[in-house]
């Protein structure tokens, strides 16, 4: 328990604290209950919902005890943004999300043992809260003036905040003291734009029941640029698989920028010190190799979806490139490759299409005379095979689970199409 306190500030994982010495003493004298939030917002968690498991994951490991809180009631109402009212969700919408939210939590925490986790749901204890006992014994400890002081708070003003948005605040401190009176809960975390709803917990409890408990956010991870990681051309980069694929999942961290990757790896690998210095030396050294990013992206892929899937993506993108066979890959592995790579769905009829005519639809080649020209030059494949013959046309035998073809030209260029049986 001494030590978790040390390795989330050397893996940067603490922006904010409320008292950095106290809380260092706080965990390192006991089993502490933990609470971390997600308020479901969309049917998955994404990329900063991950930062904070891995958080949970290393209390847990230390001997705390996880309290993970799915926001039934505050995914009703919506965390204020700093641009727009949020689009409030049905009540059916939002407890899906709920179940579907749960199941991914679960699959990062232990259940069992003495540092056991628990799932709450903060619908459980204020659907029966009547707006009476809500503004006596909730409302009376937030000053307005307070609340009015908020960032996020003062950058609506102009344009217009809601009565809703602006007491959501009260809805997440209550999940605060509500913890803390059922379960002893003195410590929760998130991000640090959530800072100012985490303090308000903190400030709820002491003013309503004299505790004092603490507080830590999270930083909020950043390209280079200083962007939002986390996010692609296509969007948001999801936990889910059927809404990006591990493949995509497992390229999205191939691709992480020399500068960051390092940064990146402490957050997400759970590999220790020694390890990640050890591929600090190695990427600065030689960053052309991408050892960091190649053991970032196999340990988050293996950790959010299975070994296999990441066993599966490594292979994907060896067979992609030539250096393996295409063939041996799964039905739903090439869809996801092929969906990557934005293939278009071409209708077929009794004929299949010209290898020129797949080529140039794949977008590999600029035309079609331009696909003429990379197969007279050696340089155009279909699934891993020169094509030699500008005349040929697909067999079926040249698909991929009858239906998908793989396209290259050089060693580089790759494209996909799926075919559409009329």
């Not at 991950?50 to 847990?60: E, P």
Request: aromatic share 6%; net charge negative.
């Amino acid at each position: 328990m001494s030590d978790v306190f040390d390795e989330l500030k050397w893996r940067g994982l603490m922006a904010n604290s409320t008292d950095e010495a106290a809380l260092a003493e706080h965990l390192e004298t006991g089993p502490v209950t933990f609470y971390v939030g997600f308020d479901p917002t969309a049917p998955s968690l994404h990329m900063g919902n991950l930062v904070q498991l891995m958080v949970a994951r290393a209390l847990q490991r230390a001997g705390h005890r996880p309290l993970i809180l799915v926001g039934g009631s505050t995914g009703l109402i919506g965390d204020p943004k700093e641009t727009a009212e949020r689009v409030l969700n049905s009540k059916e919408t939002v407890a899906g999300w709920v179940a579907r939210i749960q199941r991914q939590v679960s699959l990062f925490v232990d259940f069992e043992g003495p540092s056991a986790a628990r799932l709450v749901n903060n619908l459980d204890w204020t659907s029966g809260l009547s707006v009476l006992d809500f503004l006596r014994d909730i409302g009376k400890h937030f000053p307005v003036n307070r609340m009015l002081a908020r960032e996020v708070v003062k950058a609506r003003l102009e344009e217009g905040i809601s009565y809703t948005e602006f007491s959501y605040v009260l809805l997440q401190s209550l999940d605060y003291l509500e913890l803390h009176r059922a379960y002893g809960c003195t410590l929760q975390f998130g991000g640090s734009d959530q800072w100012g709803n985490i303090t308000a917990g903190v400030e709820l409890v002491r003013r309503a029941d004299g505790g004092h408990v603490h507080a830590l956010a999270t930083p909020l991870l950043t390209k280079a640029d200083g962007t939002k990681f986390g996010k692609t051309e296509s969007g948001t980069v999801w936990l889910d698989p059927e809404m990006t694929s591990p493949y995509a999942f497992h390229q999205f961290f191939l691709n992480a920028e020399d500068a960051k990757v390092i940064e990146y790896l402490k957050v997400f690998s759970e590999r220790p010190r020694d390890e990640i210095e050890e591929l600090a030396r190695k990427t600065a050294a030689a960053p052309h190799l991408r050892a960091a990013q190649r053991a970032l992206a196999d340990d988050i892929t293996a950790l959010v979806h299975s070994p296999a899937e990441r066993d599966a993506a490594v292979a994907a993108a060896a067979a992609l490139f030539g250096r393996s066979d295409l063939a041996g890959l799964s039905e739903p592995t090439v869809a996801s490759v092929v969906a990557e790579l934005n293939g278009p769905s071409l209708e077929v009829g009794a004929e299949l299409p010209t290898v020129v005519d797949v080529l140039a639809a794949s977008g590999v080649v600029a035309s079609k005379s331009a696909a003429r020209r990379a197969i007279n030059e050696g340089g155009a494949y279909v699934n891993n095979v020169r094509v030699n013959d500008p005349d040929a046309r697909l067999a079926e035998t040249d698909l991929l689970h009858d239906r998908y073809a793989i396209t290259r030209r050089g060693k580089r260029t790759v494209g996909a199409v799926s075919l559409l049986r009329g």
